[in-house]
């Protein structure tokens, strides 16, 4: 099974399976400069997102973890399809009103079928900060387990979302782990309840539970509030995908 990944910035990123799927993750397109206001502070956007105009047609599976603008905007919204299956939580069905949306609570399985693959998305609980006041603040945050199954041949990915390290992450996923798209940043780790996005130590963690095979580091330096830098990760021993191309990550 060869998958290719873009990565557009922020978390948006595709995945291409044989060249017949295309799955995509929170379309977050506003430009350079777009200043966003959250509850406690505002960011601005300080990298263009890279893509080229086509990069979303034909997505078939759009999987979306939070309602935050960083992760969806307006932008965002009109390159989903009508017809293109999307998977969120309840939070997002009124911005989403009109696409093909299934919403997803935690630990819920859904089975899809393109051509001749299945795929099988688990929902993973992602605590997007460190402590339950903050967290109910903030709301509620999907990860997904991808599981794409081609015959006997399967690969896993998992998509961490917005979360810290926590036991109870952890211990949801019980499947061995080809790839994790991990998001970064370290936000607010400075505040009450901070941070509010994983920091390079809290991915160590991870990996060295999981087990995975790859690890592609992304949510990285394209907001002012996102704290951890590229050259951090590259210090940590990780590596970084260059941004509008695609790359080829698998090929079992």
Same mark, same amino acid.
């Given at each position: 099974?060869?998958?290719?990944?873009?990565?557009?910035?922020?978390?948006?990123?595709?995945?291409?399976?044989?060249?017949? #799927? +295309? $799955?995509? /993750?929170? !379309? &977050?397109?506003?430009?350079?400069?777009? =200043?966003?206001?959250?509850?406690?502070?505002?960011?601005?956007?300080?990298?263009?997102?890279?893509?080229?105009?086509?990069?979303?047609?034909?997505?078939?599976?759009?999987?979306?973890?939070?309602?935050?603008?960083?992760?969806?905007?307006?932008?965002?919204?009109?390159?989903?399809?009508?017809?293109?299956?999307?998977?969120?939580?309840?939070?997002?069905?009124?911005?989403?009103?009109?696409?093909?949306?299934?919403?997803?609570?935690?630990?819920?399985?859904?089975?899809?079928?393109?051509?001749?693959?299945? #795929? +099988? $998305?688990? /929902?993973? !609980? &992602?605590?997007?900060?460190?402590?339950? =006041?903050?967290?109910?603040?903030?709301?509620?945050?999907?990860?997904?387990?991808?599981?794409?199954?081609?015959?006997?041949?399967?690969?896993?990915?998992?998509?961490?979302?917005?979360?810290?390290?926590?036991?109870?992450?952890?211990?949801?996923?019980?499947?061995?782990?080809?790839?994790?798209?991990?998001?970064?940043?370290?936000?607010?780790?400075?505040?009450?309840?901070?941070?509010?996005?994983?920091?390079?130590?809290?991915?160590?963690?991870?990996?060295?539970?999981?087990?995975?095979?790859?690890?592609?580091?992304?949510?990285?330096?394209?907001?002012?509030?996102?704290?951890?830098?590229?050259?951090?990760?590259?210090?940590?021993?990780?590596?970084?995908?260059?941004?509008?191309?695609?790359?080829?990550?698998?090929?079992?």
């Amino acid at each position: 099974m060869k998958i290719n990944f873009y990565h557009v910035g922020v978390a948006t990123c595709l995945l291409e399976i044989d060249g017949k #799927i +295309k $799955i995509a /993750t929170d !379309p &977050a397109l506003s430009p350079k400069g777009t =200043i966003l206001k959250f509850k406690s502070f505002e960011t601005e956007r300080l990298q263009d997102p890279k893509y080229d105009n086509d990069i979303f047609q034909n997505v078939d599976l759009w999987l979306i973890t939070h309602l935050h603008e960083d992760h969806l905007d307006l932008l965002g919204k009109d390159v989903i399809a009508d017809s293109a299956l999307v998977l969120t939580n309840s939070d997002a069905l009124s911005f989403l009103e009109g696409k093909n949306v299934v919403p997803l609570k935690w630990t819920e399985e859904y089975v899809t079928k393109f051509e001749n693959y299945t #795929i +099988k $998305i688990t /929902t993973i !609980p &992602a605590y997007h900060g460190n402590n339950f =006041i903050t967290r109910k603040i903030v709301g509620k945050v999907n990860g997904y387990i991808l599981e794409i199954f081609d015959g006997n041949d399967k690969t896993t990915i998992y998509l961490t979302s917005d979360t810290v390290y926590h036991k109870d992450v952890i211990n949801s996923i019980s499947k061995e782990l080809d790839i994790i798209i991990a998001n970064l940043g370290e936000v607010s780790a400075d505040k009450f309840g901070g941070p509010l996005t994983m920091s390079i130590e809290m991915l160590n963690q991870f990996v060295k539970e999981l087990k995975p095979t790859k690890v592609i580091p992304v949510h990285i330096d394209d907001f002012s509030h996102y704290m951890t830098t590229e050259d951090n990760v590259l210090k940590a021993g990780f590596s970084i995908l260059e941004k509008g191309k695609w790359i080829e990550i698998s090929d079992n």
